[in-house]
């Protein structure tokens, strides 16, 4: 479903009511909708949670996976039940059962994924903002190669588009909810006023005994910028040294890298320091682009969603970047764009400071 609709060129994001000061006004918004299996937990964050992490074993297993000893669970999540907490506060009045209490710890589904599948390697939450998902992977492969754990199950989520929470982002001028998705998020075309919010959960597998995987985990780094909490250091020198940080861990030359999945979030600041070190460490013809214009940035979940995306294009055989729609970097890519072997950088710059960059290669013959 997620492939089928970045390949169509249309955006996730869907005019919808509800939003604004006065919840009178309509916004595009990318989100989950209502559903999934009430058994699997009181709110949406959970069903998704629950429905993303089984969706991406039955994947695995229908790929000749077989599930180790030791599996572990990484949740990459910002910010959890929302909705709940905010029913919790002003609905409720903080009156609730204790069972449905509960169900607002993050703790929960992941207890209860863990019991459903029998798993019994750590399990614990991973933080970091936009680049919580980088930040799990990175986790997940240390994990794995210190001897930890023999597998990993990475679930991202964010189902947070609360009116409050849209409002604020739009406040703070980097999202935008009056325009359409295409028109008003361009990462690194002229004319972009900001990201678009979405929602997602994306579960994956994570192993050194996979017989068929999408793509290989070369390596990666993180850093923190500590200069502000919502900018980017003007010098980005902390930025530049992930990216030199990655490519190390990876030992892999710059001059690999073919392809730059990009944060990409369509502000200026972010475009503007990933542009600059895409200009300054790799080859003229990497190619480099972002899918937020396409499923929204999914906050928490996002860049997890932007390493599945390139991950299924090795196995696919295509990109599915966005359409250009403004004068653009002469090394963004657009539209589906042939995948042809080749490394995959992929970076995610997390509000207050955070820095990631993981290294990426299709699987082995």
Request: glycine share 12%; net charge negative; hydrophobic share 40%.
């Amino acid at each position: 479903m997620l492939w089928d609709g970045l390949v169509s060129g249309k955006s996730a994001a869907v005019l919808t009511g509800g939003f604004g000061r006065n919840r009178d006004e309509s916004a595009w918004v990318a989100a989950v909708p209502e559903g999934g299996d009430p058994a699997d937990g009181r709110g949406r964050f959970a069903r998704a949670m629950r429905a993303s992490a089984r969706e991406a074993i039955e994947d695995a297993k229908g790929r000749g996976w077989t599930p180790g000893r030791r599996v572990g669970l990484l949740h990459a999540v910002v910010i959890g039940e929302a909705y709940l907490w905010k029913d919790f506060y002003v609905t409720d009045k903080g009156k609730l059962r204790l069972r449905d209490y509960l169900a607002l710890m993050p703790s929960t589904p992941m207890s209860t994924f863990m019991q459903e599948y029998g798993f019994h390697g750590p399990a614990m939450n991973v933080s970091a903002m936009c680049a919580s998902g980088n930040a799990g992977l990175l986790t997940a492969k240390a994990w794995l190669d210190a001897g930890i754990v023999d597998d990993v199950v990475l679930v991202a989520t964010d189902l947070s588009l609360t009116p409050e929470n849209v409002l604020h982002f739009t406040r703070l001028g980097v999202a935008v909810a009056n325009r359409e998705p295409l028109d008003g998020c361009r990462p690194f075309q002229e004319g972009s006023r900001g990201f678009v919010m979405g929602e997602a959960s994306v579960g994956m597998v994570l192993s050194n005994r996979s017989d068929k995987p999408y793509a290989v985990t070369l390596g990666g780094a993180m850093s923190h910028d500590a200069y502000h909490v919502t900018s980017i250091d003007p010098e980005f020198p902390e930025v530049r040294r992930c990216f030199v940080e990655a490519l190390d861990n990876a030992r892999v030359p710059a001059e690999e890298v073919r392809y730059v999945n990009a944060h990409g979030p369509g502000t200026k600041q972010c475009d503007r320091v990933e542009a600059a070190i895409v200009e300054e460490m790799f080859r003229p013809d990497t190619g480099i682009y972002s899918v937020k214009p396409l499923a929204g940035h999914c906050q928490g979940a996002a860049s997890a969603v932007e390493v599945a995306v390139a991950a299924l294009g090795y196995e696919r055989g295509v990109i599915p970047a966005p359409p250009s729609v403004a004068e653009a970097h002469p090394q963004l890519l657009h539209g589906e764009f042939g995948v042809d072997g080749g490394l995959t950088v992929k970076s995610s710059l997390g509000m207050g400071g955070h820095n990631s960059v993981v290294v990426l290669g299709p699987a082995r013959a």
